[in-house]
């Protein structure tokens, strides 16, 4: 690649950097004020798209290309503070992460509405008028587009400075960033100035998506993507710096860019294909500035939020009723082969409720006790489940022994990313443990000599005595039960209790003589453990294994679990998994709008259970002894 070639894709790469900037501006400012980790921000960029494109080709013409790119932008900002006001602004005495919950409810009926009125075909905007020829850089051909988004992106970076500098709006954003709860006390509205940035925020998402319409075309992919991507730009720029925004968004584009303009070079007789960094750039770029700089590039700690939710109950052993429960629920484990031989779907559904109850009380166990929030727990599931599934392919082990091999690799894992992740906190914790998921999936899906790249590893079924799926059910059983045992004994022994209270007050446990880093470092390999023994019994259940099994959409999947059940409860789990994993199964063949459905039955739990499913049946206990 020469000189003028590279020099020219980074100047294309400032044009991608554009629209990553206004959405991870508006997901910048939402955070800074509100402290929602709002998943449903690449939604609102999706619609924008879709509405922009659909706006400009009805209108027709420079005025209603233009008009409808304004138009959209303005049109996703009401829909934003519509759902501050309607649904986030019920939950904001809710813990956070269920404030997160609530927003991957709005994904899935978004997606589905989108569906439901544009089609599945991606939709292509007209192209820009006036801006729809190129022009001669560096000896090639730049869209005149491309060189307008380049330009535009600053104006908007100055007029949010000058906005946030200058008027007493921005003096209150800016001081609600460094400590809201001062700002609810000196007598500000809250409420409305929660309202109007999250109004701002949607509105520079769907003016970011609203941009690409002459650029791309609008697809259902989009949301899950952009929000990934804007994530991590927030996260490298620092959370509640706007400029920190722009020069992260530059950052990535640009070395997402130099990639594809080195390609494929030798390096010792090996051929290193640099293309390939473009699906995980991004990450590795986070990984590396958070490990150097835990709160960004321009970035400041966060002032500690005052919480606002109900105190937890400090974690109790078992009452009598709920060991009748789970006496109950093993007799009926035990009896599950009786009434697989009437419907034998019962047992698959059953393997796979067994399997995503161990994936969620091995994140719970870091994530409510430990108080480590992962957006990546996916990567020690699929570790196991490579481990395992190579052990049985390539080097014809027996099942048992790739079952043994499946924690123990997801462990090395898990002690490697967590000597680092333990080492930060909140959201920075968060995203550094989905960076490393996503090069863990990139490893995955590119050494294909080994892992079959995209296509997997195929063949992978239980061997004898547990070929037959009731001898496989009652092992994932037997497996699945010691597993949560073990979890659970761990809490109640001096190494829970240290671990507890590394999370509630770090500065007193160390006062003490507890090495939190070490206790969590501890905590976090023992969950990548147990993880991993989950992604064993799941390419077994399964009979192959690909890289959607650590792409981030599992790990989103147990949050969801966790949150759904409760985090403030040892069996929250062990509810919010089964009742996650049948309501996807049972939703999935009603409609093709499974995801709306799906979303708004977790959107209603939301709002009646914010604590969780088992947090909120306790309430509704308490209250109706209070009664009587």
Known sequence: MSLQGLLFQAIDGLAAASGLFFVAAGLSL????????????????????????TLASRLGGALGFWGGLVLAAILIGLIGAAIEVVLLRRIYRAPELFQLLATFALVLIINDTTLWIWGPEDLLG???????????????????????????????????????????????VRAATQDRDMVGALGVNQALLFTTVFALGSLLSGLGGALQVAREPANLMMDLSVISDAFVVVVVGGMGSI??????????????AICISIGAVGFAGMAVNFSKLTLVAEFLVMAVVLI?????????????????????????????????????????FAAMPLIGRHSPYALVLGIDVLIAVLFAASLHFIMGPGGMHSFGHAAYFGLGAYAAALMVKWLAVAMPVGLVVAPIVAALGALLFGWFA?????????????????????????????TGGSNGILGIWPTAPFESRSAFFLLTAVVTVLGVLLLRRLLFAPFGYAMRAGRDSSLRAEAIGIDVKRVHWLGFTVAGAVCGVAGGLFAFAKGSISPETIDVGRSIDGLVMVLLGGIQTLTGPLVGAPVFTILQDTVMRQTEYWRALLGAIILGLVLLFPGGLVGGMAKLRVRQRARS
Do not use: C
């Open 292 to 332: 150097a700089r835990p709160h960004g590039l321009l970035g400041r700690r966060q002032a500690v939020v005052r919480s606002i939710a109900e105190p937890e109950d400090p974690i109790r052993p078992a009452s009598p009723s709920l060991k009748i429960i789970a006496v109950v629920i093993l007799i009926g």
């Open 422 to 450: 333990v080492r930060l906190s909140g959201v920075y914790l968060a995203m550094l443990t989905l960076a490393f998921a996503q090069i863990v999936w990139s490893i995955v899906f590119q050494w294909s000599d080994l």
């Open 243 to 256: 400029a920190g925004a722009y020069l992260a968004a530059v950052l990535i584009a640009e070395i997402k």
């Open 30 to 53: 939402i955070f800074g004020v509100t402290r929602i980790v709002n998943i449903a921000h690449g939604s609102l960029y999706m619609l924008g798209t879709y509405v922009a494109a």
């Open 126 to 172: 007209p192209r820009a008028p006036g801006l729809a020829g190129a022009i001669d850089v560096l000896g090639r051909r730049l869209p005149s587009y491309d060189l307008f988004l380049i330009m535009v992106a600053p104006v908007v970076l100055i007029a949010l400075h000058l906005i946030l500098a200058r008027t007493r709006f921005g003096r209150l």
